[in-house]
């Protein structure tokens, strides 16, 4: 039931911050810790924050027989269909954990999960969130409030990753509501182990020089997005570099945006079209962006998926159209090599950005209009889930 590493296997030629990590290089290492426990029977991975005294001594504590008996009220046992471990295996007390030792510690955490390859990892509290996706998501991670509830096709791990609340906040909380909401996402993350895993699909991301196929759109529904130098396109040298049409939830169209009218000509109609409904996340940025710097109003703006997901959902910093994409479909990183090009030093909106340092570079043109077809494709893709989950038919609304 109990796993142990040994001295050889702790070690790591892995760093970060140019100091090198593993289990020898952490402060709170304790050669008898207690790795996991669990017969694993239903593929269920249990990650808590820590345990004092180890897993064993707090599966049997006032906390661990919370979980334990609402797991057993699904159906589950903790034990036996379980594997439970902590994020930071040798913590006795919240107090000692840091960023430091979340770090040395997960690369046993990850190591257990390539071997035993769970369907559903449950994450409970912050620390075992930042233990699962603080070296992976591209966005800021911020609280756990945001992760709280989501049960996530993770493409990485490949099997379901659902975020619950610690059983220590449930205690400290004190509340009904609470405690409700906790055993509620427990059992939606339980349910979830019976339910097929859901593989994304690759995009299909058709790079473009000729815009003239843009005039032979067959979808009444696209999804547009553009990259540009800044936030706000007013400020002089402002310009849109490149630009994105997804046709359909699977292909799109991604292209460096002609500089002259008579070459982006194919895609000004395509926007002035009313025929050829268009989305966007935040569309009032491809709004502002078209008509200042293409000089082209827009006509046909069907569907804002991040008003949508406010709609859905109006926690603060969920809304973004990586964790969307991260909550939704699994795809926890995209955009890491590119984000920082979209990024301006200073704080004005209508600062210019280091776009065309990344276009200057050796593959930085395609790897920049992947990241903008990326974004069409899940854009359409969150759309579509938006309407199906709010029953959306054209209501006038």
């Not at 292909?251 to 008579?262: D, I």
């Not at 008509?291 to 603060?316: E, F």
């Not at 969920?318 to 704080?347: A, C, H, M, R």
């Not at 276009?359 to 359409?380: A, H, M, P, S, W």
Request: proline share 3%; charged share 25%; aromatic share 12%.
């Amino acid at each position: 039931m109990a796993g142990f590493f040994t001295k050889e296997e702790t070690q790591s030629d892995e760093f970060h911050k140019g100091k090198r990590i593993g289990c020898h290089r952490c402060t709170l290492y304790s050669e008898s810790r207690e790795v996991s426990v669990g017969n694993f029977k239903k593929g269920i991975l249990n990650v808590f924050e820590y345990a004092e005294g180890g897993i064993t001594k707090w599966l049997k504590s006032e906390e661990g027989r919370s979980v334990a008996s609402i797991y057993d009220s699904f159906g589950v046992d903790i034990v036996e269909d379980c594997l439970n471990i902590c994020a930071v295996a040798c913590a006795n007390a919240f107090k000692q954990i840091t960023e430091k030792e979340i770090i040395n510690c997960r690369k046993t955490v990850f190591k257990l999960v390539k071997e035993r390859q769970p369907k559903l990892i449950n994450v409970f509290g912050s620390v075992s969130m930042r233990s699962i996706i603080g070296s992976r998501f591209s966005g800021a991670v911020g609280e756990f409030a945001k992760w709280q509830g989501w049960v996530i096709p993770d493409q990485d791990f490949k099997c379901w990753v659902a975020f619950i609340w610690a059983p220590h906040h449930i205690k400290v909380s004190n509340s009904s509501a609470v405690d409700n909401i906790w055993k509620r996402d427990i059992r939606v993350a339980l349910s979830h182990v019976d339910k097929a895993w859901l593989r994304d699909k690759k995009p299909n991301i058709e790079i473009i020089e000729d815009l003239s196929v843009l005039a032979n759109i067959k979808s009444r529904l696209v999804s547009v997005d553009y990259e540009t130098t800044g936030i706000k396109p007013h400020a002089p040298g402002h310009r849109v570099i490149c630009a994105s049409v997804a046709d359909t939830p699977d292909h799109c169209f991604a292209f460096m945006m002609p500089t002259s009218k008579r070459g982006r000509i194919r895609f000004l109609n395509l926007m002035w079209s009313e025929h050829i409904q268009k989305m966007a996340h935040n569309l009032k940025f491809e709004e502002a962006w078209t008509v200042n710097r293409l000089r082209q109003p827009v006509r046909g703006w069907y569907w804002d998926s991040m008003l949508a997901a406010h709609i859905l959902d109006n926690r603060p910093g969920v809304t973004g159209l990586k964790f969307q994409t991260y909550v939704n479909f699994g795809i926890v990183d995209y955009s890491s090599e590119i984000s920082p090009y979209l990024q301006s030093e200073g704080k004005s909106a209508n600062e210019l950005n280091t776009i065309n340092e990344l276009v200057d570079t050796f593959g930085g043109r395609e790897k920049l209009l992947r990241y903008c077809g990326n974004d069409t494709i899940y854009q359409y893709r969150l759309a579509l889930k938006q309407m199906e989950l709010m029953k959306y038919d054209d209501l006038p609304f």
